[in-house]
């Protein structure tokens, strides 16, 4: 074994380990976030304003193909929670656009706040490490920052009770990120 191959991020888990969970992760978030559109749409999907929605669904979509291919290419096993963030995100989605449109890009924001934190401290953890997987990061953590700024040009902070609400989807997207890193 090289000195490289050695050499570990700092944290408790050696790199390779290390970059898994990322990937797994990742690849749980996006699919998530794919759910939460498609329930937003169910809902919101027939107005005429639901463009935005439709646009920041498709990035997602991108996103999650792009992580689907990487966990093939890496043979990294997915999250055994898959069924939880298929229903979980389908119905935070379609909960949120009940409550309103504006509802719905609270949610955005939200979530967006939380992925945008995350994907920064794993670009951080990466230093040098693995350039495929950082750049995917990167690329996606700037279309995730632009969703929520779309989130919040719409209107999200007009949202019933902005504050209550975007706080308890922050912190149940925290307490997901934390799931499917390990599970
Ligand atoms: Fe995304
Ligand atoms: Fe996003």
């Not at 979980?88 to 979530?111: D, I, N, P, Q, S």
């Amino acid at each position: 074994m090289s000195d490289a191959d050695e050499h570990e991020l700092p944290g408790d888990l050696p790199r390779d380990d290390l970059i898994r969970r990322m990937i797994r992760v990742d690849h749980a978030g996006e699919y998530g976030a794919r759910r939460i559109y498609e329930g937003q749409l169910a809902v919101l999907g027939r107005r005429q304003d639901a463009e935005p929605i439709r646009r920041m669904a498709a990035q997602e979509r991108r996103h999650l193909d792009a992580f689907d291919k990487l966990i093939g290419e890496r043979r990294v096993r997915p999250t055994a929670l898959h069924p939880l963030w298929h229903v979980a995100g389908y119905a935070l989605g379609l909960a949120t656009a009940l409550l309103g449109r504006e509802a719905a890009m609270a949610c955005t924001v939200a979530v967006e706040e939380v992925i945008d934190e995350h994907y920064a401290k794993q670009a951080t953890r990466l230093g040098a490490a693995d350039p495929e997987l950082k750049t995917m990061i990167e690329t996606f953590r700037a279309e995730e920052i632009e969703h929520r700024d779309i989130g919040l040009a719409e209107g999200a902070e007009r949202a019933p009770a902005y504050d209550l609400l975007t706080g308890a989807i922050k912190a149940g997207s925290r307490m997901a990120i934390w799931l499917a890193e390990r599970i």
